[in-house]
């Protein structure tokens, strides 16, 4: 890299001229190039700022060899598009604040950063400027004891225009992200630094606004925070009316001022906090040096840290622009806001707006299942923690860029939310034929053959498709002859409404009888079982009914059979994650399920084999699912991308015969 970092600047609005004017002429930074989809403006903005080249396509600005890093300062709901592009770019990248619409489309931007080994940091200028160091310091030397509340809030009054970005819907306006996002981010920063952390992530967010009926975007809203550690913050933002911009951080031994946290000065100088301090009679200013504009000194930190990959606190990391995120999310579902983009319908691309192909250095393995008539991912998404469209349409995107194929769900998910959110998935991106659905019915109580049909209709009117690829009993009930079950399965079969089908949480006993039964009277046999399968004993059942197989008597059946497997919790529900230890108690169900003295020398024996080969525990519980002589698929229930990062690194991992007898405590 060159002595300056040279800069191209995607968006030539007002922020992109003052982060300019911050980076002209200083000594850590250069513009090289700048677009912005008016080639007028971009033309009016080059000169103004001596730039040497402009273009109207920001696709020209990625390809420009002289650009090494990229300030995103679009409208918010192209931030993320175009920090992802930039990142597959290889470039680094600054994106103005909110880095998405929401966190969904943050992660996409994180999960670019990561793939392509890139700097990425969310312009958050206030979090790199001294005073907020200052501020961090004075809190955690505890000069006002113990904080207890924090008031924060920033806001402004636009003149009413609904066509501009800060008051139309389309364009992702009003005061929470566009601005709420300041006094949310100092309040997990001030609650973190309290509890000994960097920051810290909000348990509750209540909140009370106005949308305006014209705009349909918040135009004035206010929020309480509450923190584990019993820390409460109250925050303010809005485009339609003037607050008094300050924070004010409140503690046992007394408070603190700050009367402009986010913009201390303009073009250096000195700034101040107040520190009021019990029984002090008069409260001491404290002065704050700051060399040039908050732009420009986060365009400095910037350069300083490209070979970190992202800043170091009090400034945003990748984590913690991910809670703050989540924060703004909350807020915004607290008044009952959702953008037009974020719905179903409208949930047509992934965020790069870059048609989905999988990755031609996919590692996914494929399997059979008879009777589905394609591969089937070994890894299988579940799709049970996925709550709102852009959630579910960013992870299905990143599974089946990473080569995943195959979907599990079920009547009973989320009183069919998940289903309709998977059915929008997989017709906004028209990957019916390309993909391989897992549905599952008759849950107790309704586990009984005469509900299968009516459970599954309406499966397929949630999902839009005419069929499932895999359709379970998604309960077994021993007290009905199990060849009513294989009868009421083979008409579904008849009728074209399933491919396939088979028992989840059934005993091999029961499996054994209803292929007996199918095959005595010339029907179609089960196709697959879905049990618990995991390296750790499920001790104890994680749901009433649930059946395990990683018995070796169940494993030898298999063997013997070679009836595919899908196994559930197939990393023990987080039991080979470093938090499990026989002293962390805190989880009630890996507890009950999954603590015993074998099952954590199994999990001695996985960290250890780990360590050897440079991957995680996790990584190891996988590859054991995967490795087995007979067919197994590993179902995976991430909540976040990296959850799947990780989790598909588990693919990388190949076990030989002798490791598995080791690792399963038998050699």
Avoid at 200 to 207: G, H, I, T
């Amino acid at each position: 890299m060159a002595d300056k970092l040279s800069w191209g600047v995607i968006g030539a609005g007002r922020i992109a001229g003052v982060f300019a004017e911050g980076v002209t002429g200083s000594d850590f930074g250069a513009l090289a190039v700048v677009a912005d989809i008016s080639v007028e403006r971009a033309g009016d903005f080059a000169a103004r700022f001596n730039i040497p080249a402009h273009y109207a396509d920001a696709h020209e600005l990625l390809q420009d060899e002289r650009v090494e890093a990229v300030y995103v300062s679009t409208p918010h709901p192209f931030h993320a598009e175009w920090a992802v592009k930039a990142a597959q770019a290889e470039k680094h990248v600054l994106v103005e604040k909110p880095m998405g619409l929401n966190h969904a489309e943050a992660m996409a931007v994180v999960e670019a950063a990561h793939a392509n080994d890139v700097f990425l940091a969310e312009g958050y200028m206030y979090r790199c400027h001294p005073q907020t160091a200052r501020l961090v310091e004075i809190i955690r030397d505890g000069a006002i004891g113990d904080v207890r509340v924090i008031q924060a809030d920033f806001a402004f009054d636009f003149p009413f225009d609904p066509a501009h970005r800060l008051l139309n819907q389309a364009l992702g306006g009003g005061g929470i992200l566009d601005v709420g996002g300041y006094p949310v981010s100092l309040a997990r920063l001030i609650a973190g630094v309290a509890a000994g952390k960097d920051f810290d992530e909000p348990v509750e967010v209540k909140a009370v606004g106005h949308i305006g009926p014209v705009s349909r975007v918040d135009e004035y809203t206010t929020a309480c925070l509450k923190f584990e550690s019993g820390v409460v913050a109250q925050v303010g933002t809005g485009a339609q009316v003037n607050m008094e911009n300050v924070a004010r951080i409140y503690g046992s031994k007394g408070w603190i001022l700050v009367p402009s946290p986010w913009i201390p000065t303009q073009s250096g100088g000195t700034s101040t906090i107040v520190l009021h301090k019990q029984g002090s009679p008069e409260p001491e200013e404290i002065s704050v040096e700051a060399e040039g504009s908050p732009w420009s000194i986060e365009a400095r930190t910037v350069a300083a840290h490209i070979s970190d990959r992202q800043l170091p606190p009090p400034a945003m990391s990748w984590d913690d622009s991910l809670g703050n995120m989540t924060a703004l999310d909350m807020w915004r579902e607290s008044i009952g806001l959702v953008y037009d983009s974020e719905k179903p319908g409208a949930q047509t691309q992934p965020v790069s707006r870059r048609p989905l192909g999988g990755s031609s250095s996919s590692k996914m393995r494929y399997g059979q299942v008879e009777g589905v008539g394609k591969d089937v991912s070994r890894l299988i998404m579940g799709c049970d923690n996925q709550r709102t469209m852009p959630h579910a349409a960013v992870m299905f995107d990143d599974f089946l860029e990473r080569g995943g194929n195959c979907f599990d769900t079920a009547y009973i998910y989320g009183g069919g939310h998940q289903e309709r959110l998977l059915g929008h998935w997989m017709k906004n991106r028209g990957l019916r034929e390309k993909v391989v659905v897992i549905g599952k019915a008759a849950h107790t109580p309704h586990c009984y053959p005469h509900y299968l049909r009516p459970q599954l209709e309406e499966s397929l009117d949630r999902l839009q498709i005419d069929h499932v690829d895999i359709f379970l009993a998604h309960r077994d009930n021993a007290d009905v002859p199990v060849g009513e079950f294989v009868d009421a399965f083979n008409q579904l079969l008849r009728d074209g409404l399933i491919r396939s089908y088979g028992g989840s949480n059934w005993s091999i006993e029961r499996v054994q009888a209803a292929n007996e039964y199918a095959a005595s009277n010339g029907l179609v046999q089960l196709a697959a079982v879905s049990n618990n399968f995991s390296l750790a004993r499920m001790l104890d059942p994680v749901w009433p009914g649930c059946v395990a197989s990683s018995d070796p008597e169940s494993r030898e059946w298999f063997r013997r059979t070679q009836l595919p497997l899908l196994a559930w919790s197939s990393q023990a529900r987080g039991f080979f994650a470093e938090r499990a230890s026989p002293d962390d108690r805190s989880d009630p169900e890996l507890v009950r399920c999954w603590y015993s003295e074998e099952n954590f020398l199994r999990q001695q024996r996985a960290r250890e084999l780990a360590d050897k080969l440079g991957v995680l525990p996790i990584n190891i519980a996988l590859a054991y699912v995967l490795a087995q002589p007979f067919p197994t698929f590993a179902l995976i229930g991430p909540r976040a991308l990296a959850e799947t990062r990780t989790a598909v690194a588990g693919l990388d991992v190949t076990l030989s015969p002798r490791q598995l007898l080791w690792l399963d405590l038998e050699g």
